[in-house]
């Protein structure tokens, strides 16, 4: 790439030198080398300054991308004030394109990062409130961030806004969203952190029976079977129901091996804290056996 750009790029259409540019500085970004993502973004945005041939679609696509790139870079590169100010730009210039519509989560991820929770909400928020955005892709997104935002502080309050206030707003304004499945398993998980073992149940069985042909539903029957052992010590039928989904998980060629090796894990210690030590041993032999490559030599 370097070389078909050398010198100029002669001889290369302007809409493909565009785009190639445009390339170069995502790859850079993408190794983590944010100084040459910022000087090769500021080549990208001085050409297309310049105006020339290009489609005007594209121009003005690839400007709006090259901008957000730019002020990546420069957060990354710890230069904040900088970063905030390209970002406002972007969304002055182009404010119905992607790029200005997923700067919001690329600068609440960044507050994030700094430890800004709550100033990563507000960014968030204001982005799904802002009437324009409402329909935009990344909303889904944006209310399910703001509910991972609540759930790592922690608090019993955050954990019930971020089931009720955010994950259901997404699960009732986005229904034909991707995340919509995400959502529910994390709503199932917050109800556990909030100790409502018998909610949690339903939120995953529902799952279970309205969503079983979901690439990811294994990881619904995981979680069903934690909150059984969680009410095993009042129920031997609860103890066994969660048992005999570990077993079948761990057994289950299908699933990814690193849920396989969970739950094999997880049955191992449920025998084990179910005074059945001997066997609690075999099964956790029997998950080293079956997947020697996960352990470190």
Not at 72 to 79: E, H, I
Not at 97 to 114: E, M
Not at 158 to 176: F, G, T, V
Not at 241 to 270: C, N
Request: aromatic share 8%; hydrophobic share 45%; proline share 4%.
């Amino acid at each position: 790439m370097d070389k078909l750009l050398a010198g100029g790029a002669q001889g290369v259409p302007e809409d493909l030198r565009i785009r190639l540019m445009w390339l170069r500085a995502k790859l850079s970004f993408d190794n983590n080398q944010p100084e040459t993502t910022l000087r090769q973004a500021d080549e990208l945005l001085a050409l297309l300054a310049k105006g020339g041939q290009a489609d005007e679609a594209l121009r003005n696509n690839v400007t709006s991308t090259a901008q957000l790139l730019k002020a990546q870079a420069l957060l990354a590169l710890s230069r904040d004030q900088e970063g905030l100010a390209m970002l406002d730009q972007l969304r002055t210039a182009h404010r119905a394109t992607a790029a200005a519509q997923y700067s919001y989560l690329v600068q609440a991820g960044h507050l994030t990062q700094r430890g800004d929770m709550a100033g990563a909400q507000g960014v968030l928020l204001s982005f799904v409130d802002t009437p324009a955005y409402r329909q935009s892709e990344y909303a889904p997104l944006a209310l399910y961030e703001a509910a991972i935002n609540l759930e790592r502080q922690g608090l019993d309050r955050q954990l019930r806004e971020a089931y009720e206030k955010m994950l259901e707003r997404l699960i009732h304004d986005y229904p034909q969203s991707d995340l919509v499945f995400y959502a529910r398993l994390k709503q199932g998980d917050l109800l556990r952190k909030l100790n409502d073992f018998v909610s949690a149940r339903q939120v995953y069985e529902d799952l279970i029976n309205n969503s079983g042909r979901h690439p990811d539903i294994l990881l619904a029957q995981l979680a069903l079977a934690d909150s059984l052992f969680a009410q095993g010590a009042n129920s031997v039928v609860n103890y066994e129901s969660a048992s005999a989904i570990f077993e079948r998980l761990r057994d289950l060629p299908s699933a990814p091996v690193d849920l396989r090796v969970e739950a094999g894990f997880k049955w191992g210690y449920a025998l084990a804290k179910r005074a059945q030590p001997a066997k609690a041993q075999t099964v956790f032999w029997s998950v080293v056996d079956a997947f020697p490559r996960c352990w470190p030599r």
